[in-house]
Every structure is written in C-alpha cells, then in structure tokens.
C-alpha cells in the first residue's frame, strides 16, 4: 500500500525566511510519481510539480525548488525568500505506475508567512 | 480553454436531504476523479469513472454515495441522506487518458451538513 507522511503540520515564517516543506513516502512499485499541490485560502487546489521515479533531477522554479531523494524516499520541497503569498496549505501526493493514476495525499503542511 | 468546473460552489443541506455534486472535466478530458476531504485533513480518493463506467470506487462508503459519468453531461457525486459527517469539501480531478498525467482539479465543493 502507498503512504505519503507529511510530518509537519504546520509551520510560520517571517516573510524573506526560506523554508523547507517535507515530504516521505512508501511505496513497493519501481515506478511512481509524486506531487505538490498548493491550497490557498480560496481553497482551490494548485498544481505545482509532477516528478517520475526515474527522474532524481532537482528542480528549481523561480523561488521554488523540489529534493527528490530516492534512498531516502522523501520529495521535499523548498521555498527560497518566502512571501506573504505563499500562507497556503501545501499536500504532497503519490501515484503509482501501474495502471491508472489515484493520488494518495498527504495530510498536508500549513504554511504561514507573517509580513 | 476552460479549467474543470463544479457546481455549486457550496452546497448546505439538512440532515436526511440528498445531495447532488456535479462536475464538468476539462475539454478533451474523459476521465474523472472525485476526492474528499474532511476537516483538517488531507484529500482521500472516493472514486475513478470513465465516460458510462465506474472504474473504481474503493474509495466510496458502502452506502448513500454514488456516483456517474453519463455519455453526456457531467460527472454527478450523489450523497442520499445526508449526515453531519459528510460535511466536508469535495474535488472532482480530470486528466485526458488513464495513465499517470497531472490531474486538473476543479474548485471543489463545499457542502454543509446541518
């Protein structure tokens, strides 16, 4: 069975603080693809990166960068400068390779950044 | 291009009544994913349809929940007699074939249970 631990619940900042969301995840297939979605207060869900898991390549998008570590099964993620924008609850999501592709959430990260 | 749609927004109902959730996949999109979340929780899958077939719905409750994606129109979530526990907000997903593709979340629903 796929598990998608966030153990953080929440966490508050200081706007210009970077900050690191953490993500750890379990499952038996070789091949999967792990998630971030962002939920603002709006509570619409926001896609914001889809990674393979033959694709250990860090990724950097603007203030935002993602970790994908196989040997220690995690898919953290990173946002440099932090700002008031980013307050939004952050889930990190699981699918496997086979077949079609439900997603298994975490229980997501509250972000909180104070001006 | 228009993103996926649900409607309503947000949806109150007494205890008893029913509820209907509708969703409309994104242009070109023939599959539909519909989650739950419950307060202070993450999102859980319910249930996967195709156009007229449910794939699979190991996610659904055994009983009062249905769902179906008729050849036309939208995908519909049906609640029947609903209960305080099913107040939660609920995301209907699309992607354009079965395989491990980002999903398009709509606006999600939020139904209140009285």
């Known amino acids: 069975a796929q598990k998608v631990t966030q153990a953080q619940t929440e966490i508050s900042v200081v706007e210009k603080e970077d900050v690191t969301l953490d993500c750890v995840y379990e499952t038996r297939d070789t091949t999967y693809y792990l998630f971030w979605y962002k939920q603002p207060p709006s509570g619409e869900l926001v896609f914001l990166i889809r990674?393979?898991?033959?694709?250990?390549q860090n990724e950097i998008s603007g203030r935002y960068s993602w970790n994908f570590q196989k040997s220690t099964s995690s898919f953290n993620f990173t946002i440099t400068a932090s700002q008031v924008v980013d307050s939004a609850v952050y889930f990190c999501?699981?699918?496997?390779?086979?077949?079609?592709?439900?997603?298994?959430f975490g229980k997501g990260t509250m972000l909180l950044v104070s001006p | 291009n228009a993103g996926v749609m649900q409607n309503p927004r947000h949806l109150v109902r007494r205890r008893g009544q029913e509820a209907r959730l509708r969703c409309s996949p994104m242009k070109g999109h023939s599959h539909v994913y519909w989650y739950r979340q419950l307060p202070e929780e993450g999102l859980k899958f319910m249930v996967y349809l195709q156009k007229e077939n449910i794939i699979d719905e190991s996610g659904m409750p055994k009983e009062r929940f249905s769902a179906e994606f008729p050849k036309e129109g939208p995908s519909i979530l049906r609640i029947q007699q609903v209960v305080r526990g099913d107040s939660a907000a609920y995301f209907c997903?699309?992607?354009?074939?079965?395989?491990?593709?980002?999903?398009?979340f709509g606006p999600g629903t939020r139904l209140t249970v009285l």
């Open positions: 990674r393979n898991s033959f694709d250990e």
């Open positions: 997903a699309s992607s354009p074939t079965s395989g491990n593709n980002e999903q398009f």
């Open positions: 999501a699981l699918s496997e390779g086979s077949g079609y592709s439900t997603l298994t």
